[in-house]
Nanobody
Framework: QVQLVESGGGLVQAGGSLRLSCATS????????MGWFRQAPGKERVFVAA????????YYPDSVKGRFSISRDNAKNTVYLQMTSLKPEDTAVYYC?????????????????WGQGTQVTVSS
């Protein structure tokens, strides 16, 4: 069982930056692919970023590529999402998630464990 706790959300002006953190429990953190998703009110949960177990592989959708960066610190059992050049359309609840394999990383249904989410609001 893996528990995930997100933090770092908040209110920021357009063009600003935020760094989200996701702290996890368990002794096998490096064995999990970690992903970030977001969900705006009334919309589906959408893939934002993923990182492989050793941190060497990352993947982003075009909507955030070049603005968001995912990283992990396996010694601290923590994954991060650095968000820059934020736009109002980035407003959503952001969730981190964990899965065992680096396949299906963009599909939220493929993830096994989820955090409770943290709200990010970008004002124009």
């Amino acid at each position: 069982q893996v528990q995930l706790v997100e933090s770092g959300g908040g209110l920021v002006q357009a063009g600003g930056s935020l760094r989200l953190s996701c702290a996890t429990s368990g002794r096998t953190f490096s064995g999990y692919v970690m992903g970030w998703f977001r969900q705006a009110p009334g919309k589906e949960r959408v893939f934002v970023a993923a990182v492989s177990g050793n941190g060497a592989g990352t993947y982003y959708p075009d909507s955030v590529k070049g603005r968001f960066s995912i990283s992990r610190d396996n010694a601290k059992n923590t994954v991060y999402l650095q968000m820059t050049s934020l736009k109002p359309e980035d407003t959503a609840v952001y969730y981190c998630a964990a899965k065992n394999a680096y396949s299906g990383i963009t599909d939220y249904k493929e993830y096994d464990y989820w955090g409770q989410g943290t709200q990010v609001t970008v004002s124009s």
